[in-house]
């Protein structure tokens, strides 16, 4: 178990190296006017010179990675180029909130999403065609739509919840509550019913298996065979999928939190992305990646856990 | 089975039951009332962005000058009609051949670290703004000195003549903040100035919502009209609309497809608030990448082949004004009977044409960034009609500005603003303007800007004839004023437009009867 946890921890640092050397490169050829959009559009071929060596914008590629790399590695992601803030304190202010957006939904997600595809399965009919339909349904209908439908009837015209966020500094859970419940619904609307199909799939295709009758055959009640056996076959397709929608999340938050006017990472991202304040960019990146290689060594880890044949292979 | 549903459901109705409830309770305190003469309990503005420094010196105009109103008073107070009236400085007078301002200062006043405030901390300040380089830096291309005569009294030397010196003053270039935290450097963070406002960093996130509090003992009472203000930063538009509408702020800016909405929803658009005029500026006027665009008729036939009315319907819902110039009814060059110099008439373009002898048309390159792609693509189809090829290349937003710049283009499309005359001159007219890379100018036209730049009487008629200079010739194809669609909700707030820009300064924001 330690040898394969090792092993993809290794795996995933080669990918946070690759994929932070292509986005640095990407962010290279496509930011071309950064310090005139720091210096505004009356600033002059001087003051943008400046500014250039100043941000050490006219060396070249090689060096300027290895520059960010070597601080990077050190621990120091840098500074905006355009507010002069700290990357990391930027970062680890931002993160929480989105991280409790992303878990509480996936969390629910999972957990409505077994109920209603063991629903699904052992009941089948009215329960099965509605989880079916719903599952083409949530998948076809964009997250952000959800959410404009759902602030339009809940905030704006019921007044149940706040439009825009009303997390502050120093707010109580309240606040949490109030501002993430109308994002979270949205998500779990949008996710729950593939990961439930999924979950139904594995499902009906366990009951169908010999040891189930041999088990039902010994006189075990039907409700013991779904949660303790069935349920523990079926997990791993679960949770591929849930761990596929966790890290889908991590884009979909982005334009969530925008529209309520969460301070995540999201909002960042856009800004960072749109005006080439590259430090930030990169930040956000390695938090992305570092996210996406964590969830996936704990489903593995999980996997291994639920079937010993995973841990050899 | 039974029961993970059965749990599953009170959970859920759980969670939904907790946050119905503290929705239900009001966002904001309750109001302490009456003890502070007629100050509202809290205003909250709705950004489209947030500041990237509280250094006054990297003030800039509109959206991103009004939040530094809260905590750094200017030297001059520029009232909603866009005339100057004393703040800071009690009183200001030019030399005969208006090279040196002299200004005369308040006594009473001090900064909020216990600073006073007087000529030295003006001084301070205007070489502070000039070295700081910042988005408005221009502000201060003419000075070049100041020296505190007396401890109420500024001389200002400027190079040459500015006749918007004084509207600088009350603008970025005229925030003053505190000389020790200007000597300190700590103003990115922790803004210090003389303002009606005290900035609550504990409470205050970036790019999230930044706190004030009213500043007790500030010396203009009249001014200070909250008790708190917060700014929301609200950068996605369906945001600020559900905001607004769900009362969570008592103003933003909106645009045009959502103003509908506002209004039937009982808040009130601020009436005849124009800054920007949108359109095409004709970048290459001398031919240097597209010979066709050096001939004036043909840029004459490009104004008078565009439809202006259906455009503003169809882009800007109506909510506009089509006109054929570049300056703005109170820029002081805004010339009546321009208003409707080109009318569509395609018969009179395709002539144009003829005689410039593109009877067969030509192809103009045009740049894309998505704010401008549906503008251009209307264009392309009325264009198409005279024989004119638009060919549309899709650059980086970012690097969009900059290109211009860079004469990379021979024609963009952007929505300018319609200051003061001698600042639009600045920007968009002069051989030097930004957004004139190619350096066009005509012997005529130099004489009128030298005549605007030394101010007094003429200057009005001169930026009136530098109007008609460029709209004769077609230096632009300008389409519509655009509306702004600033919108307060009128139980709470009542706010006046400010002349010229694009957001109502602070001073313009009031409690509702």
Same mark, same amino acid.
């Given at each position: ?105 996936? @969390? $629910? +997600?999972?957990?409505? /999403?077994?109920? %209603? &595809?063991?629903?699904? *399965? #052992?009941?089948?009919? =009215? ?21 404009? @439908? $759902? +602030?339009?009837?809940? /905030?704006?015209? %019921? &007044?149940?919840?706040? *439009? #825009?966020?009303?997390? =502050? ?145 | ?513």
């Amino acid at each position: 178990m330690l040898t394969f946890t090792l092993r993809r921890l290794a795996s995933g640092l080669g990918l946070l190296v690759v994929i932070s050397m292509l986005t640095y490169t990407l962010l290279f050829f496509s930011s071309t006017a950064i310090a005139r959009n720091i210096l505004g559009e009356q600033a002059t071929p001087e003051q943008i010179a400046l500014k250039e060596a100043e941000l050490g914008l006219d060396q070249p590629l090689p060096v300027r990675y290895l520059g960010w790399a070597t601080a990077a590695l050190r621990g120091d992601l840098g500074e905006s180029w355009f507010n002069g803030e700290p990357v990391t304190q930027t970062i680890l202010n931002r993160l929480p909130v989105t991280l409790v957006l992303m878990i509480v939904s996936i @969390v $629910l +997600v999972a957990l409505i /999403a077994t109920a %209603l &595809g063991v629903l699904a *399965a #052992v009941r089948r009919g =009215r329960v099965d065609q509605t989880v079916q339909v719903g599952a083409v349904v949530g998948d076809a209908i964009p997250g952000f739509v959800l959410a404009l @439908v $759902l +602030v339009t009837i809940f /905030a704006v015209n %019921l &007044g149940w919840f706040p *439009a #825009v966020s009303t997390i =502050r500094p120093g707010a109580g859970p309240e606040a949490w509550i109030v501002s993430l419940s109308l994002p979270v619904i949205a998500i779990v609307l949008n996710y729950v019913t593939s990961s439930a199909q999924q979950i139904r799939s594995a499902v009906i295709k366990e009951l169908d298996k010999d040891y189930v009758r041999t088990l039902r055959s010994r006189g075990l009640g039907e409700r013991e065979i779904v949660l303790k056996n069935v349920l523990r076959s079926a997990a791993p397709a679960g949770l591929t999928v849930l761990s596929l929608q966790f890290i889908g999340l991590l884009g979909g938050v982005i334009i969530l939190e925008q529209i309520f006017a969460i301070a995540g990472i999201g909002p960042l991202f856009i800004t960072a992305t749109t005006v080439g304040d590259i430090p930030v960019v990169m930040g956000l990146t390695i938090v992305a990646v570092v996210v996406v290689i964590i969830v996936n060594l704990l489903v593995d880890v999980a996997q291994g856990a639920l079937n010993p044949k995973v841990r050899l292979s | 089975m039974k029961s993970i549903m059965k749990t599953v459901g009170i959970v859920a109705a759980g969670a939904l039951l907790l946050s119905g409830c503290a929705a239900g309770t009001p966002q904001t305190e309750e109001t302490a009332g009456g003890d502070t003469a007629a100050r509202g309990p809290l205003l909250t503005i709705g950004q489209l962005g947030d500041l990237a420094s509280w250094d006054p010196s990297q003030a800039h105009v509109g959206h991103a000058l009004v939040p530094y109103q809260l905590v750094y008073d200017t030297l001059i107070l520029r009232e909603p009609d866009g005339e100057l009236s004393p703040m800071l400085a009690t009183e200001w007078n030019y030399n005969d051949d208006r090279t040196v301002l002299t200004v005369d200062l308040r006594t009473d006043v001090s900064f909020s670290d216990g600073e006073p405030f007087d000529a030295e901390a003006v001084v301070a300040n205007l070489e502070h703004f000039k070295a700081g380089n910042g988005r408005q830096a221009v502000q201060l291309t003419q000075f070049e000195s100041a020296t505190a005569v007396d401890e109420d009294t500024v001389e200002i030397n400027l190079a040459q003549p500015d006749p918007a010196m004084e509207y600088y003053l009350s603008q970025a270039a005229g925030l003053m903040a505190s000389p020790a935290a200007i000597e300190a450097g700590t103003l990115e963070t922790d803004p210090i100035g003389t303002g009606p406002y005290l900035y609550d960093k504990a409470n205050s996130v970036r790019d999230s919502q930044s706190l004030f509090a009213a500043k007790e003992d500030y010396w203009n009472p009249e001014l200070q009209k909250f008790d708190e203000v917060e700014l929301r930063i609200l950068v996605d538009v369906s945001a600020r609309v559900n905001a607004i509408i769900s009362g969570q702020v008592d103003w933003t800016t909106l645009e045009a497809k959502s103003a509908d909405q506002a209004e039937d929803a009982g808040l009130e658009i601020i009436p005849d608030y124009q800054v920007d005029w949108t359109g095409m500026t004709f970048l290459d006027r001398d031919g240097v990448i597209n010979p066709a665009l050096a001939d004036e008729r043909v840029r004459q036939a490009i104004n008078y082949a565009v439809d202006r009315d259906t455009l503003l319907e169809e882009l800007q819902l109506g909510r506009g004004t089509a006109t054929s110039q570049v300056f703005g009814p109170d820029s002081g060059a805004f010339v009546d009977d321009l208003e409707e110099y080109y009318t569509y008439d395609p018969e009179k373009a395709k002539e144009l044409m003829d005689e410039a002898g593109y009877e067969d048309g030509f192809e103009l390159k045009l740049p894309v960034i998505p704010a401008f792609a549906t503008q251009i693509t209307a264009l392309a189809q009325q264009l198409g009609e005279i024989g004119i090829t638009v060919t549309q290349e899709t650059v980086p937003p970012a690097n969009y500005v900059q290109d211009v710049v860079q004469k990379k283009f021979e024609a963009f499309n952007f929505n300018l603003f319609q200051g003061e005359a001698w600042v639009a001159i600045n920007q968009i007219i002069s051989p030097t303007a930004t957004f004139n890379p190619f350096g066009t100018t005509a012997p005529e036209l130099e004489e009128l800007i030298s005549v605007v730049q030394q101010g007094g009487e003429d200057s009005e008629a001169a930026a009136q004839d530098v109007n008609r200079y460029v709209t004769e010739n077609a230096w632009f194809l300008p389409l519509y004023r655009i509306d702004q669609i600033s919108v307060f909700n009128p139980e709470k707030v009542t706010v006046v437009a400010q002349t010229q820009s694009a957001m109502p300064s602070i001073y313009n924001f009031s409690p509702a009867e």
